[in-house]
């Protein structure tokens, strides 16, 4: 069970304005098993938005320079494999993420 979290700088945009995709490689990648609300590492100064997917587990994740989340707060991340994109504001951002299995 654990969440990965890629940290992006730029969106692709097809010609036709139909498909946007982040632009890879990823600025940094994060794979983290939380067992309690536990916190990432500090993104890059460089990253805009990050996409995060759960494997195996649904977690509930919280952004923050300081992020604690609980079982009843913050977003719900599903084991999909299918990134959720959100948006970010530089290094001092985190994500703290608890399991919810």
Do not use: C, H
């Amino acid at each position: 069970m654990s969440l990965l979290i890629a940290e992006y700088a730029n969106w692709v945009v097809a010609p036709n304005g139909a498909v946007m995709a982040p632009m890879e490689p990823a600025i940094a990648v994060q794979t983290f098993t939380p067992t309690a609300s536990t916190s990432t590492a500090p993104f890059n100064v460089a990253t805009k938005f990050v996409a995060v997917m759960a494997d195996s587990a649904a977690y509930r994740i919280l952004f923050g320079t300081d992020p604690v989340v609980s079982a009843s707060t913050g977003w719900r991340v599903a084991p999909t494999m299918q990134p959720q994109f959100f948006g970010v504001s530089g290094s001092a951002t985190r994500i703290a993420a608890i399991s919810t299995a």
